[in-house]
Nanobody, 115 residues
Framework: QVQLVESGGGLVQAGDSLRLSCAAS????????MGWYRQAPGKQRELVAS???????NYVDSVKGRFTISRDNAKNTVYLQMSSLRPEDTAVYYC?????????WGQGTQVTVSS
């Protein structure tokens, strides 16, 4: 099993930056597919950024050039650096991992961007 704990959310103004962290309960060295999703009120959960099984990264078009996903295997942590935040980025952000043929989710962290 893998437990995921997100942190780093908060209330910011448009144009500000935030870095989200996702700490895993065990080594993520062998977990290739990890990523960040978000869910805004009244909307479906959507992929924001992820590491792919091939070792690359994938971003939703709306965050390309503004968000960067990274990982520190030594700290068992995945990050999401968010810059030039917009009000439409307001959502609960979730960390997701696919390991041992199972999907694991964190509890989420709220990001609110005011205009």
């Amino acid at each position: 099993q893998v437990q995921l704990v997100e942190s780093g959310g908060g209330l910011v103004q448009a144009g500000d930056s935030l870095r989200l962290s996702c700490a895993a309960s065990r080594s993520i060295f062998s977990i290739n597919v990890m990523g960040w999703y978000r869910q805004a009120p009244g909307k479906q959960r959507e992929l924001v950024a992820s590491f792919t099984n091939g070792g690359g990264t994938n971003y939703v078009d709306s965050v390309k050039g503004r968000f960067t996903i990274s990982r520190d295997n030594a700290k068992n942590t995945v990050y999401l650096q968010m810059s030039s935040l917009r009000p439409e980025d307001t959502a609960v952000y979730y960390c997701r991992a696919f390991a041992n043929s199972r999907i694991y989710w964190g509890q989420g962290t709220q990001v609110t961007v005011s205009s």
